[in-house]
């Protein structure tokens, strides 16, 4: 199972950035998302597709619809600047499968 | 508050085994509430999920790892460890461990600071 992110995405302060992640048919699966910092290890941002970890702000939300799942970051502001990984669980041989990440420039 | 830490030699001679432990705070392995992964990263191939392993010992494994790959547990020290046997390069990464809330949705919610590898004759 492959999940496809563009590599890049640049938005302004105080624009909305919303980052895909393809998958076939990733409607029928759960999907979460990590953010990165440079050095960092990654954190959670979403799970099941839309909910928010205790400490994660409003601004960050999640939609699915066919073969994308989308992050929405509202607001967006400088210590926003990551990549970003979708993730899904329950493919046949390799339960856990990473997208290629985006890197989101503030 | 969880907090996972990984250990473990950082330097590595193509054939050598890879042995990391990642120590555990904040939770009880023997709970049963959650399960113990270890994932790595790096450049070539970005994050990679490697296996995990439940406080009764079962493990899951990736596929192409299966016959190199082995994850242990120790509840006594709350303590897990990674030994991935004839390393080569492709193996050179950073190698973190972290919680899997189950196994149903795959949500890694805490990750270690990670632990860079390079595999370098």
């Known amino acids: 199972y492959v999940l496809t992110q563009p590599p890049s995405m640049s938005v302004a302060p105080g624009q909305t950035a919303s980052l895909t992640c393809g998958g076939s048919?990733?409607?029928?699966?759960?999907v979460n998302w990590y953010r990165q910092k440079s050095g960092q290890a990654p954190v959670l941002v979403l799970f099941?597709?839309?909910a928010r970890p205790s400490g994660i702000p409003e601004r960050f939300s999640g939609s699915v619809s066919g073969n994308t799942a989308t992050l929405t970051i509202a607001t967006v502001e400088a210590g926003d600047e990551a990549d970003y990984f979708c993730?899904?669980?329950?493919?046949?041989?390799?339960?856990?499968?990473f997208g290629g990440g985006t890197k989101l420039t503030v | 508050q969880v907090h996972l830490r990984e250990s473990g030699p950082g330097l590595l001679k193509p054939s050598q085994t890879l042995s990391l432990t990642c120590s555990v705070s904040?939770?009880?392995?023997?709970?049963?509430?959650?399960?113990w992964s270890w994932v790595r990263q790096s450049p070539g191939t970005g994050l990679e999920w490697l296996g995990y392993?439940?406080?009764?010992?079962?493990?899951y494994y990736r596929a192409s790892l299966k016959s190199r790959i082995t994850i242990s547990i120790d509840t006594s020290t709350n303590q897990f460890s990674l030994n991935l046997a004839s390393v080569t390069a492709a193996d050179t990464a950073i190698y973190y461990c972290?919680?899997?809330?189950?196994?149903?949705?795959?949500?890694?919610?805490?990750w270690g600071q990670g632990v860079p590898v390079t595999v370098s004759s």
């Open positions: 392993i439940y406080y009764t010992g079962n493990t």
């Open positions: 904040g939770d009880s392995f023997t709970s049963g509430t959650h399960y």
């Open positions: 993730q899904v669980w329950g493919s046949a041989s390799d339960h856990a499968v």
């Open positions: 048919n990733i409607v029928t699966l759960s």
């Open positions: 099941d597709d839309t």
């Open positions: 972290a919680r899997l809330v189950d196994t149903a949705r795959g949500v890694f919610d805490h």
